[in-house]
Antibody
Framework: QVQLVQSEAEVKKPGSSVKVSCKASGGTFSSYTFSWVRQAPGQGLEWMGRIIPILDIANNAQKFQGRVTITADKSTSTAYMELSSLRSEDTAMYYC??????????WGQGTLVTVSS | QSVLTQPPSASGTPGQRVTISCSGSSSNIGSDYVFWYQQLPGMAPKLLIYRNDQRPSGVPDRFSGSKSGTSASLAISGLRSEDEADYYCAAWDDSLSGRVFGGGTKLTVL
């Protein structure tokens, strides 16, 4: 069974950056597509971008262009999402999701990122 | 507001059948697959339906999806108390070159 384990909660200052990790186990990491989805408190889901490790191709939602970087380390089966120039509106739960053929069949437990001065 | 439109709430009594709609456009639902997710309170979302009407293994056949034109629906039959959750539709949007979600529907089992 595939398991995605995300890094711990973070508290960041406005203007700084955060890097969230998502370590996969139990599956063929390179063959999967990994997406990042966030959810602000009491709000809906928002897609941020995705990466296909085997192709080394990543694409991001237009809203986050220039602020988000999604990468993958095949050697450690870990996907990363880095968000820069943080503002209070970026306070949210950040989820990674992965699966074959672009299906988000497996989800991490979520990482709460709080942006506060 | 969200690119895909869902009703904010839905409700039903145990055993009933409820339907949740998801409306989009030619650049998303009209040209690509629809996915549905269930999010139980305090939990990560879970893939419920993929490619319009396919269920991942482990998802009961009480859940079914359909798509017609630029709209899609999720139907839940034999409603149970544990179905009380938020439900989201999603699709790829060619104009935005990204995945878009509906705003979510909170299902209450009365």
């Amino acid at each position: 069974q595939v398991q995605l384990v995300q890094s711990e909660a973070e508290v960041k200052k406005p203007g700084s950056s955060v890097k969230v990790s998502c370590k996969a186990s139990g599956g063929t990491f390179s063959s999967y597509t990994f997406s990042w989805v966030r959810q602000a408190p009491g709000q809906g889901l928002e897609w941020m971008g995705r990466i296909i490790p085997i192709l080394d191709i990543a694409n991001n939602a237009q809203k986050f262009q220039g602020r988000v970087t999604i990468t993958a380390d095949k050697s450690t089966s870990t996907a990363y999402m880095e968000l820069s120039s943080l503002r209070s509106e970026d306070t949210a739960m950040y989820y990674c999701a992965g699966g074959l053929g672009g299906l988000d069949a497996y989800w991490g437990q979520g990482t709460l990122v709080t942006v506060s001065s | 507001q969200s690119v895909l439109t869902q009703p904010p709430s839905a409700s039903g009594t145990p055993g009933q059948r409820v339907t949740i709609s998801c409306s989009g456009s030619s650049s998303n639902i009209g040209s690509d697959y629809v996915f549905w997710y269930q999010q139980l309170p305090g939990m990560a979302p879970k893939l419920l339906i993929y490619r319009n009407d396919q269920r991942p293994s482990g998802v009961p056949d009480r859940f079914s999806g359909s798509k017609s034109g630029t709209s899609a629906s999720l139907a839940i039959s034999g409603l149970r108390s544990e179905d009380e959750a938020d439900y989201y539709c999603a699709a790829w949007d060619d104009s935005l070159s990204g995945r878009v979600f509906g705003g979510g529907t909170k299902l209450t089992v009365l």
